[in-house]
């Protein structure tokens, strides 16, 4: 073949004006696979800032999906991404004495667990007000209207999961409607998800495993990780004592769609072994201080603090506080689990 530069170049923007493209060309972006980085948020600054942010903004100038929220920010360069990586978005939310996050619904799923809540918070989840006590769980399935209210004289703070940049910057299937009025009523008794989608369930014709709106109360969740110590049971030596929330629905892990949330308790002086895997994981520190390794480089951390370990980077976790370590696990492992597509490596295997 005897071709010139510019004549093959002719025949490629031939293929382009009619909407193809040589399967041979070469893209700028095949060169520069972008990258995740690791990274630890600490828990101080996220509070002097979330503090910081009542001087500046008021949720009542402002729409209604507005919430006072700090994202957590990959530190990744060249990366157009709002979030911690490539699928799920973790934000630390604070609603101040009287404030009100007005009612909306969306098509991603959400949950929130309650670092700094009491009882005169609610999250109202299609009609039934949920209370946000410190440790809680509470799950916001998409499509369901929720609104937040602060009924106490203290600032409350938790952490906001959702899967949104799968959603919108994967699929690009965003959705998201205002309710009618700031909040919704209270039209269902307090209990009402409990008692129907815990141990006793609607008898349905055709079954689903739509997660349901719910509440998982710390106590219950401390007292099984607790127990599973005291029985020596589900350790793993990568993740410590691990357990998984579950689907109230189905009984079974995971208990969103697309997002798994675990608790580890890693006893006072482990070390785990190193493992690495392509779903990535979101650590918040529930309580207790320690370091991981991820990626060569080691992080130190402590209660409250959050760190993120990328996909395949390969990871360890070590317990420096004369206490045991609790840590909430936040990871998108369903994602890759529905198409077959989750790879773990570990170095003693
Ligand atoms: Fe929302
Ligand atoms: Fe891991």
Known sequence: MDMTESELQAFHEHLHENNFQGQWEKHESDSKEPRLEPHRWEWDDIVASLNRSK???????????????????NPAEGIDLRGPCWTMLTAVQMV??????????HNFEAFRF????????????????????????????RMAWHDHINNSSEDVIWIDGLNTPFITDALHDMHFEEFQSDRQSASHESGYFESQFGTMQPVAETPTDDTPPYRFPWESARQSLEMAVTEDNHYDPHNGYFLEYVN??????????????????????????????????????????????????????????????????????????????????????????????????????
């Open 248 to 349: 109230p629905r189905t009984g079974q892990g995971p208990v969103l769609q697309t997002i798994s949330l675990r608790l580890q308790l890693l006893q006072s002086g482990e070390e785990t072994q190193s493992h690495r895997h392509n779903n990535t994981e979101i650590f918040h520190v529930v309580s207790g201080s320690g370091e991981s390794t991820i990626g060569g480089k080691t992080y130190t951390w402590e209660e409250g603090d959050f760190f993120v370990v990328p996909p395949m980077r390969w990871h360890d976790h070590s317990v420096t506080s004369s206490d045991d370590v609790i840590l909430f696990n936040i990871t998108d492992s369903p994602i890759f689990d529905a198409f077959n597509l989750r790879r773990t490596e570990s170095k003693d295997a």
């Open 96 to 105: 101040i004495p009287g404030e009100v996050a007005r009612a909306h619904r």
């Open 114 to 141: 309650i670092v700094q809540g009491n009882d005169s918070v609610v999250t109202n989840v299609n009609g039934e007000k949920l209370p946000a006590r410190t440790g809680d769980l509470l799950l916001t399935p």
């Open 55 to 73: 001087d500046y903004i008021s949720l009542d100038d402002m729409g209604p999906g507005s919430r006072r929220a700090l994202v957590l920010d």
